[in-house]
C-alpha cells in the first residue's frame, strides 16, 4: 500500500524561501508522474507542479521561475523548492504520485495528507 509523507511546510516571510519533501512509502516501482498541488481556503485544488520519471516539469504560470521541482535517483520522493514567495502562495500543498495503468493514459492516483504553508508579514 503506497503512503505519501510530505515535509517541509511552515511560516516564512514574503520573499522567503522554503522546500517541501515527499517521500513514498511501499515504493515498489517508480511513479510515472509525481507532482504538487496546493488548496486555500475557499478555493479549489490547483496544480503547482508536476514531474514525470522522464524528467519532463510543468508548471502553473503563478509560479514559474520561482519554484522548481525534483525527483531523486529512486524516484521515490519529490521535492518543491519554492523561492520568492508571496502571501497569495499560502496554502496547503500537496503530493500526488501517479501510476499509468493503460495506453489510453488512465492512472492511478495517490495523495498524501497536506502540509501548511503560510506566507505572511
Known amino acids: 500500500q503506497v503512503q505519501l509523507v510530505e515535509s517541509g511546510g511552515g511560516l516564512v516571510q514574503p520573499g522567503g524561501s522554503l522546500r517541501l519533501s515527499c517521500v513514498a512509502s511501499?515504493?515498489?516501482?517508480?511513479?510515472?508522474?509525481m507532482g504538487w498541488y496546493r488548496q486555500a481556503p475557499g478555493k479549489q485544488r490547483e496544480l503547482v507542479a508536476t514531474?514525470?520519471?522522464?524528467?519532463?516539469?510543468n508548471y502553473a504560470d503563478s509560479v514559474k521561475g520561482r519554484f522548481t521541482i525534483s525527483r531523486d535517483n529512486a524516484q521515490n520522493t519529490v521535492y518543491l523548492q519554492m523561492n520568492s514567495l508571496k502571501p497569495e502562495d499560502t496554502a496547503v500543498y500537496y503530493c500526488?504520485?501517479?501510476?499509468?495503468?493503460?495506453?489510453?493514459?488512465?492512472?492511478?492516483?495517490?495523495w498524501g495528507q497536506g502540509t501548511q504553508v503560510t506566507i505572511s508579514s
Open positions: 500526488k504520485a501517479s501510476l499509468q495503468v493503460n495506453v489510453e493514459g488512465a492512472s492511478r492516483d495517490y
Open positions: 514531474a514525470t520519471s522522464g524528467g519532463r516539469t
Open positions: 511501499r515504493s515498489r516501482f517508480s511513479f510515472d508522474a
